[in-house]
């Protein structure tokens, strides 16, 4: 209790300091007139009474220190004064201040924007309970049509049946559905999610509004629900708490909704409702809930209480395996059907991974460079400081005091550092917060919480401590050389060397992150060469849905739907037609460099398939007469679809050149047969039927423009389904300025249908290109920021290379060395440097290629060209920047740098 009390009085005295050193002041000076009052009346003369009692006080000073010494936080009024001193000498070297600054804000807000994406997509636990426990199942089949596959419910029953290490599995099934215009918003089309009751629970979330799907909302005969996530309830129906019991309109009929969810990702597709089967009456149809090869379900499970990631893994790949062995005839041994089973986690995350990590080297990079800078500043400055330092030692300084001392400035300097730092990832985690939407459904989860600015604070404290300790002082037992040395230590040898390595790294570093942004502006620029495959791109594309997918899943009045839907599109393309310079128009399912989300089998009449050969698989493509002109899609053999290719004609189909050479190689396919095929058709409004090959198309790039062409089969709009509803204008000039007159068409025709994904084909390939072309923006501007901090770097240290030897300049030249040969050998001191780091930074940057391959498109990872041209550049800026101080350096004058000898 009596130290309690202590440290109490301590901390009063802190706050009370001022105070008592006026009462203290007072005593003082009472005592002081004591004394000479005292000698006066001794007989001493009142001066001299004075002076003896002054030089008698000085006990009562150090009694006065002693007890100042016992109140308040002396370490914490020590270090306060620390930092006073540290922010004042720093105004002094305000040059110097603001380059380290500046240098600091740059790595720390780089590295602290980067990590926060890292954090909200990769590192962030999930919002779900228990998150780590959830697991998600993927099948998948070679082949460059359709790598994963859904699962069907039969499947899916067969491991609730047999994965005991999964105590909950949930079913989710991606809806596209339009929502009636209501009092909130006009009519639109939302991604919805179908799922099993126990879909949340198995998620492990929880309601923020009304309550969420149970088992009991399973089966037929029970009402459609609908729970509402958090992100579209606030941005379509304002957060209305009341909208909970009330009704929402469909496209096939109404849900009632029951509640808000928690915000939380989804996948494979973003959501913004789920809603139990029975809005789809196909989900409970015996095509689904029987169909083992019906496969159009995604799978999430929970790990049972006790049960490993392993342990589901081997149960699955057990139930999996005689799943294969009991219906051989719904697993293709061709295809190679396969179960994967990953952390929900990981799984949300994969796409993101390597370009996120990728980033974070970036940035750590950039790092490393600006410290390694700073330090060579602090360095060079740190000999100017010496002086400073050997008087404050020989004051009685100690080396704990001193090193104290650079902390608090270097501290000041970091922190000044982080907090413009912060101050630019603001900015960046806006832009990256857009990118990363691109590749992770956990977007939304990115921001600057504590955990960032807690990695920050690290950053900063670390980079201070590394500035600190840098500077060399000498241990306790040497304090008395070192004065005595005084400032003799100038420029040593060791420091010296330090800075050069430093520099090396620097160059080095930065010719990791050069080649990493040539590679990448290099495949961007081989994306932008890409040939889509259409003639020209002054196509703009439009997607009305006015036979929605729902209509035809439920297969009620199916026809009569569809034959309203084609009357609508046939008036949009008469009427699109007459804009002035539109010259084709046309309708199909898919829009131009779109894949198509419908795949099956095929077959060709006479031809069967080898031992262990693979089914090919084609994507499902509907055309109108003028869907190919309107596109731009070449005709390479035979003809295209004609007016008479009706419903009641024979039926006719056109592949693209893909498809072509996988049925037909070596063969004219023009008047061969060939079908769809596979156990699936059952479930599915289309036929089986033989069609006829009138005609090859080119291909197109519609799995993305670095991806293997898809093979395609078009058939009649004519002779199917009205289905997908793609409207595609093309116009002699400027399509895009068409886009008001199209879509007012559109409007006046099908006022209620939601016009989606409206683009012109230019559009749709900038945005195949645009992740790619951010990483190498970033990546770019984050070697450009290397460069000119090692460029500073370069010329800092030769700078100082050259003030330290002024006087050995100086007599080299009073020896007769001339300006030129002073030039050369500054320059060749530098350049030694330069080269140092250019070999090390040409074998970083190789070692760092072989990680970037899969980001890499139409470039080696090696490119020679692409190591060439960093080299060569990061050369010529090296020589610029040890030109400065060479120059420097031949124009010192002899005669002065002797008299400063």
Known sequence: MRHVRAWLARVAGVFTGHRRDDDLREELQAHLDMETAEYVRRGVAPNEARRRATLASGGL???????????GLPWLESAASDFRYAVKSLWQSRAFTAVVVVTLALGIGANTAIFSVVRGVLLRPLPNRDGDRLLYLRQSVDGPAGEDIAFSVPEIRDFRAGVPALGGIAEYSPWALML?????????????????????????????????????????????????TEQFWRSRFHGDPTLIGKQLHLEAGSATVIGVVQAAPYFPTQADALLNMVVSPHHLSAQMVLGRTHRMTDVVGRLAPGATVDQA??????????MQRDYKASYDPGSHYRVTVL?????????????????????AFVMIISTANVVNLTLMR????????????????????????????????????AAAGIFIAFGGVQLLTVFASRVSPRAEEIHLDTVVLSFTLVLTVSVALILSFVASLPKEGMFAAWISAGTRSKGSLSRQRLQRALVVAQIAVSVVLLAGAGLLTRTMIRLSDVDTGLKTEQVLSMQVQLLPIAKIASGVDIRAADAAARQGYERIERDALAIPGVVAVGVGSVMPLEASEIQFDVKVEGKSLAVGEAMPRADYRTADPGYFRAAGIPLVEGRGFEETDRADAGRVVILNQTLARRLFPNEDPIGKRIAWTGDVLRFTPISGDWRTVVGVVGNTQDGGLDAQPRGAMFMPYAQELAMGGT??????????????????IVRRIAPATP????????????????????????????????????????AGVLAFSVSARTN??????????????????????????????????????????????????????????????????????GVVACWVPALRAARIDPAIAMRAT
């Open 382 to 417: 740190g000999v100017r400081r010496e002086q400073e330092l050997v008087v404050r030692a020989a004051l009685g300084a100690g080396v704990l005091r001193l090193r104290r001392l650079l902390l608090a400035e270097n501290l000041v300097l970091a922190f000044l550092g």
């Open 61 to 71: 000073t150090i009694a006065a220190e002693s007890v100042r010494a016992q109140r």
């Open 313 to 322: 893994r081997a149960q699955i790949a057990t139930v999996y395996a005689r």
């Open 180 to 228: 009636q215009g209501d009092r909130y918003s006009p009519a639109t089309r939302i991604q919805a999610g179908l799922v099993t009751g126990n879909f949340f629970d198995v998620m492990g979330l929880h309601a923020i509004l009304g309550r969420l799907t149970r088992p009991s909302d399973d089966g037929p005969g029970v009402p459609p629900v609908m729970v509402l």
């Open 755 to 794: 016009i989606e994904h409206v683009l012109t084909v230019a559009q749709i390939k900038d945005q195949s290109v645009s992740p790619r072309r951010l990483n190498a923006v970033l990546i770019t501007a984050f070697g450009v920021m290397a460069v000119i901090i090692a460029a500073v770097g370069i």
């Open 343 to 363: 952390p929900f986690k990981d799984a949300i995350g994969e796409r993101a991974r390597l370009t996120l990590w990728l980033l974070m080297a970036a940035a």
């Open 727 to 744: 409207v595609v204008i093309r116009a002699d000039s400027n399509v895009a300025a068409l886009t008001a007159q199209a879509t007012s």
């Open 808 to 877: 050995e300049i100086g007599i080299r030249m009073s020896l007769g060395a001339d300006s030129a040969r002073v030039e050369r050998m500054i320059l060749g001191e530098g350049g030694v440097l330069l080269a140092a780091g250019l070999a090390l930074g040409v074998g970083g940057g190789f070692a760092a290629a072989g990680v970037m391959r899969g980001l890499l498109f139409g470039v080696a990872p090696h490119d020679p060209a692409t190591f060439l041209g960093v080299a060569a550049l990061m050369a010529l800026i």
